[in-house]
């Protein structure tokens, strides 16, 4: 007989329950299901520890969604741990130092991603950022400034195309989400596999245009929190800057500060100098107490555009707050 046979059906519906959350756009409720599921696998120790990086690494894509930047790390470097060198965990905890403005940390993850499995755009992409960054920040020798990059084993590097009978999925390339990891609406979701999204991406993009317009109709209407509903449908086919401060836009609105912080992270992500974006976090970590982070945003929106008078009135705002 298999102990914990019964009880290992759980975790696993809790976890289906949590994904079907997070499709939804509920990252609350999908974290505590996967919370849930983790208290339950605590007990069986190393036998579950792929199933349980797999949770940490779901709840941390919850934790990047809501803005909760600190957890997330936590979560993803619980989650590396357990199953060292797992791509999704890698990539959301460099996102999540992007957020926080390690950015050293995070060149490192990005480039971390990319000795695992170099075809990963997002993290070309985010090397080229924090490259960026680090070289504004630190100068030509930010590289000597740089924390140690680990060496991944070849092992690690052939985990997705070299089928191993020891790991159930473990030759799935990420694209399919081995294991039914929230992957849909993720911002890098769409980085996998160029090649089998082709067919889909027109249609696609297509649909996603016309959500996002969907949505804008309703924000004429003054109807804010069915226009969310219209965009975050948007988003999950197609990563786009407009449609994040969009939704952005209503979160300030319905005074949902955090996500509206956190959706104008996303499109900074897309398209870093984004005038739209900067201002409206800037409001958002106003109404978050964050005046420090408000008033970098502000000037960051500034050097582009000097002469923002919306920018420039809330700047002398911060300043007296």
Partial sequence: ???????????????????????RGQYGPAAALY??????????GEAAAEERSVLLANRAACHLKDGACRL??????????????????????????????????AYVDYKTVLQVDCTVQAAHDGVNRMTKALLEKDGVNWRQKLPPIPTVPVSAQTRWSVPSAATPGANTPPATAPQGEPGENVPWGPAWSPVAQTNQTAAGTERARTLKEEGNELVKKGNHKKAVEKYSQSLQLSQECATYTNRALCYLTLKQYKEAAQDCTEALRLDPKNVKALYRRAQALKELKDYKSSIADIK???KTEPKNTAALRLLQELNRA
């Avoid at 007989?1 to 976890?15: D, I, V, W």
Wanted: net charge positive; glycine share 8%.
């Fill in 35 to 44: 919370t849930r599921a983790l208290a339950l696998l605590e007990a069986s």
């Fill in 1 to 23: 007989s298999r102990p914990g046979a019964a009880m290992a059906a759980s975790p696993g519906a809790l976890r289906r329950a949590g994904n079907e959350e997070f499709r």
């Fill in 300 to 302: 960051s929106l500034l």
């Fill in 72 to 105: 997330c790390v936590a979560d993803c470097s619980g989650a590396l741990e357990l199953v060292p060198f797992g791509i999704k965990p890698l990539l959301r905890r460099a996102a999540a130092y992007e957020a926080l403005e390690s950015y050293r940390l």
